[in-house]
């Protein structure tokens, strides 16, 4: 068996998956749509621990209500399951959700998350079936059919998307003019040690926690993982927090190296989609030569 049929089995299996999930999100009985999606409210925020894990590591008492019987819940953090909490204060907002009918087995996301159709599965299949797809054209007609097939789809892609990465700039920098300065002060250093299964080493991640509270008199806890300086040593450490008004989680040490950093998010894009518009069209010469 050659490159070809096995291209063609490829596509023909990664169909089959991407068309059982498409039937099932029909029949809405995917995970996601058996997930019950709600928000909840952060009624309290306990006392960081120096030390401590960055997963589940900012202890929080969240109360929401369960949308079928009405009754309220109440819990002491989530234990780690379910999205990372970067940032706290009571009357928060946050994301919770669960299997139906198992409250107890909850997670908890920095946002509220709309409901879902369970469809990223077959999406990821059919990227799949297009991969194949190009593998084929090219393995069948020339080699040049990777070229267009693989980087054309991405630079118009990338074209799509590029007034809304322009849009997001310049409403990032607006935010950001727009600004309170407060003091804050780093409370603790979470670390996470992972050892590498290749040579056994020791990989540490430090997450500085800062505290501070808004004009308005809320108390944020939350995780800074940047513009901040030898962060081993940095508890106890005094600074000055900038943070959006209407959004305490949205918040920044040194204003003017996120400046910098959001203009060169915008070239890296553009840069991005000129060289993959540049191999497409490398492609294309070679098949028209």
């Known amino acids: 068996m050659g490159w070809d049929w096995f291209l063609r089995l490829w596509c023909a299996a990664w169909g089959a998956v991407a068309l059982v999930g498409a039937v099932r999100s029909l029949a ?28 589940g590591g900012i202890p929080v008492t969240v109360s929401w209500r369960e949308p079928d019987t009405g009754r309220e819940v109440v819990v002491q953090g989530d234990d780690g399951r ?24 909850h997670r908890f996301a920095n946002a509220p998350e709309p409901p879902s159709r369970g469809l990223a599965g077959p ?25 267009v097939g693989g980087a054309g789809p991405w630079a118009l892609s990338g074209l799509g998307h590029l007034p809304g990465t322009v849009r997001d700039r310049r409403a990032k920098r607006e935010r950001l003019t727009a600004m309170d300065a407060v003091p804050g002060r780093i409370v603790a250093v ?11 080493s020791t990989l540490t991640t430090l997450t500085p926690v800062v505290a501070f509270t808004t004009r308005d008199g809320t108390a944020v806890t939350a995780h800074c993982t940047a513009h901040l300086a030898d962060p081993a040593r940095a508890r106890g450490r005094e600074v ?11 918040f920044t040490l040194d204003p003017a190296a996120d400046r910098r950093s959001w203009a060169w998010d915008v070239a890296v894009h553009v840069a991005a989609m000129v060289v993959l518009a540049a191999t497409a069209a490398v492609g294309v010469a070679l098949l028209v030569r």
């Open 28 to 55: 809405g009985v995917t995970k996601a749509q058996r997930t019950v999606r709600l928000a909840g409210r952060i009624e309290r925020v306990g006392e960081v621990r120096h030390g401590a894990s960055r997963i």
């Open 82 to 105: 379910g999205e990372t909490l970067t940032a706290a204060w009571a009357g928060r907002e946050i994301g919770v959700s669960h299997p139906t009918g198992r409250p107890a087995e």
């Open 123 to 147: 999406a990821g299949a059919l990227f799949a079936v297009y991969a194949g797809l190009v593998a084929l054209a090219a393995v069948r007609w020339a080699w040049p059919w990777a070229l």
């Open 190 to 200: 979470f670390r996470d040690d992972r050892v590498d299964e290749d040579d056994g």
């Open 240 to 250: 000055t927090v900038y943070h959006t008004p209407a959004d305490p989680a949205e």
